[in-house]
């Protein structure tokens, strides 16, 4: 059973920068994918960006392509998600997901292991 605890949410004016961490509990990145997601009250779970562990393979939704970096540190089984040029529309709950498998997915449903979540907002 894979853990994942997410930390670094808070709150930022807009323009401004945030970091996400993702710690993972188990040493099986070799063949998992990791993916972040988010979601606003009343709406579907969102997917923000995801990584092969390998870093071979990454993805980003439209919305966030060239202002958020998805990463991954091996060694300390965490990923990462550095925003920058946040805007009032990334206002949500962030969450860490994971998947046993190759290739990246934005499907939620795809993902089998997730965070507690992660209140990012953005003030105007």
């Known amino acids: 059973q894979v853990q994942l605890v997410e930390s670094g949410g808070g709150l930022v004016q807009a323009g401004g920068s945030l970091r996400l961490s993702c710690a993972a509990s188990?040493?099986?990145?070799?063949?998992?994918?990791m993916g972040w997601f988010r979601q606003t009250p009343g709406k579907e779970r969102e997917f923000v960006a995801a990584?092969?562990?390998?870093?071979?393979?990454?993805d980003y939704a439209d919305s966030v392509r060239g202002r958020f970096t998805i990463s991954r540190d091996m060694a300390k089984n965490t990923v990462y998600l550095q925003m920058n040029s946040l805007k009032p529309e990334d206002t949500a709950v962030y969450y860490c997901?994971?998947?046993?498998?190759?290739?990246?997915?934005?499907?939620?449903?795809?993902?089998?292991?997730w965070g507690q979540g992660t209140q990012v907002t953005v003030s105007s």
């Open positions: 997901a994971s998947r046993k498998s190759s290739g990246v997915e934005r499907s939620a449903s795809a993902y089998g292991y």
């Open positions: 990584i092969t562990w390998t870093g071979v393979s990454i």
């Open positions: 188990e040493r099986t990145f070799s063949t998992y994918v």
